[in-house]
Protein backbone atom coordinates (compact mmCIF):
# COMPACT_ATOMS: atom_id res chain seq x y z
CA UNK A 1 0.00 0.00 0.00
CA UNK A 2 1.10 3.53 -1.23
CA UNK A 3 2.22 5.58 1.54
CA UNK A 4 3.44 9.49 1.91
CA UNK A 5 4.93 10.64 5.00
CA UNK A 6 5.72 14.63 5.48
CA UNK A 7 8.22 15.64 8.28
CA UNK A 8 10.16 19.26 8.70
CA UNK A 9 7.35 21.29 10.12
CA UNK A 10 7.62 23.24 13.04
CA UNK A 11 7.29 26.60 14.20
CA UNK A 12 9.72 29.86 12.46
CA UNK A 13 9.76 33.39 13.19
CA UNK A 14 9.05 35.42 9.94
CA UNK A 15 11.54 36.32 7.52
CA UNK A 16 13.07 32.60 8.57
CA UNK A 17 13.29 29.02 6.64
CA UNK A 18 12.01 25.48 7.17
CA UNK A 19 12.48 22.51 4.47
CA UNK A 20 9.44 20.22 4.40
CA UNK A 21 10.32 16.50 3.04
CA UNK A 22 7.45 13.86 1.75
CA UNK A 23 8.82 10.32 1.22
CA UNK A 24 6.67 7.64 -0.77
CA UNK A 25 6.79 4.41 0.13
CA UNK A 26 5.42 0.55 -0.67
CA UNK A 27 3.94 -0.85 -3.63
CA UNK A 28 5.55 1.77 -5.91
CA UNK A 29 6.42 0.92 -9.62
CA UNK A 30 6.94 4.61 -10.69
CA UNK A 31 5.71 8.41 -9.78
CA UNK A 32 4.79 10.87 -11.61
CA UNK A 33 4.34 14.84 -10.75
CA UNK A 34 4.30 15.23 -7.03
CA UNK A 35 3.17 18.21 -5.10
CA UNK A 36 2.24 20.35 -2.19
CA UNK A 37 -0.97 21.34 -1.34
CA UNK A 38 -1.57 23.60 2.12
CA UNK A 39 -4.84 24.35 3.93
CA UNK A 40 -5.00 27.06 6.88
CA UNK A 41 -8.10 27.48 9.18
CA UNK A 42 -11.14 28.07 7.78
CA UNK A 43 -10.12 27.85 4.01
CA UNK A 44 -9.95 25.47 1.39
CA UNK A 45 -6.71 23.34 0.61
CA UNK A 46 -4.65 25.09 -2.09
CA UNK A 47 -1.72 24.31 -4.45
CA UNK A 48 1.14 25.59 -3.32
CA UNK A 49 3.69 24.10 -5.90
CA UNK A 50 3.95 20.54 -7.98
CA UNK A 51 6.73 19.19 -9.96
CA UNK A 52 6.49 16.66 -12.68
CA UNK A 53 8.46 13.60 -13.34
CA UNK A 54 10.93 15.83 -15.32
CA UNK A 55 11.00 18.15 -12.57
CA UNK A 56 9.17 21.22 -14.85
CA UNK A 57 7.92 23.38 -11.72
CA UNK A 58 4.94 25.72 -11.00
CA UNK A 59 4.05 27.67 -8.19
CA UNK A 60 1.43 29.37 -6.65
CA UNK A 61 1.65 33.23 -7.30
CA UNK A 62 2.33 33.65 -3.47
CA UNK A 63 5.50 31.19 -2.78
CA UNK A 64 7.05 32.72 -6.48
CA UNK A 65 10.24 33.34 -5.22
CA UNK A 66 10.05 32.33 -1.77
CA UNK A 67 9.94 28.80 -2.13
CA UNK A 68 11.50 25.67 -4.12
CA UNK A 69 10.30 22.43 -5.13
CA UNK A 70 12.75 19.85 -5.78
CA UNK A 71 12.71 15.83 -5.73
CA UNK A 72 14.91 12.73 -5.57
CA UNK A 73 13.51 10.20 -7.69
CA UNK A 74 16.31 7.61 -6.41
CA UNK A 75 14.39 8.17 -2.83
CA UNK A 76 11.26 8.63 -3.66
CA UNK A 77 11.08 12.11 -2.22
CA UNK A 78 10.12 15.84 -2.65
CA UNK A 79 10.95 18.55 -1.18
CA UNK A 80 10.04 22.11 -0.41
CA UNK A 81 12.43 24.68 0.82
CA UNK A 82 10.66 27.55 2.26
CA UNK A 83 12.49 30.79 3.06
CA UNK A 84 11.35 34.42 3.59
CA UNK A 85 8.00 32.67 5.13
CA UNK A 86 5.33 34.91 6.07
CA UNK A 87 2.50 34.80 8.90
CA UNK A 88 0.48 33.85 6.12
CA UNK A 89 2.27 30.65 4.93
CA UNK A 90 0.98 29.16 8.30
CA UNK A 91 -0.78 26.54 7.20
CA UNK A 92 -1.20 22.70 7.71
CA UNK A 93 0.99 21.52 4.51
CA UNK A 94 0.26 17.94 2.48
CA UNK A 95 2.32 16.16 0.01
CA UNK A 96 0.68 14.07 -2.67
CA UNK A 97 1.96 11.80 -5.55
CA UNK A 98 0.74 10.66 -8.59
CA UNK A 99 1.28 6.90 -8.32
CA UNK A 100 1.94 4.08 -10.83
CA UNK A 101 1.68 0.65 -8.42
CA UNK A 102 1.94 -1.27 -11.53
CA UNK A 103 -1.85 -2.39 -11.19
CA UNK A 104 -3.67 1.43 -11.22
CA UNK A 105 -2.63 4.63 -11.26
CA UNK A 106 -3.62 6.85 -8.39
CA UNK A 107 -3.46 10.05 -6.36
CA UNK A 108 -2.01 9.49 -2.69
CA UNK A 109 -1.86 12.31 0.00
CA UNK A 110 0.31 12.20 2.75
CA UNK A 111 -1.04 13.12 6.55
CA UNK A 112 0.45 16.97 6.92
CA UNK A 113 2.57 18.56 8.65
CA UNK A 114 2.28 22.07 10.56
CA UNK A 115 3.73 24.88 9.66
CA UNK A 116 3.59 28.23 12.24
CA UNK A 117 4.75 31.07 11.02
CA UNK A 118 5.04 34.02 13.98
CA UNK A 119 7.55 35.82 16.32
Known amino acids: QVQLAESGGGLVQPGGSLRLSCAAS????????MGWYRQAPGKQRELVAR???????NYADSVKGRFTISRDNTKNTVYLQMDSLKPEDTAVYYCNGDVDTGIAPGRYWGQGTQVTVAS
Open 26 to 33: GGIFSIYA
Open 51 to 57: ISSGSST
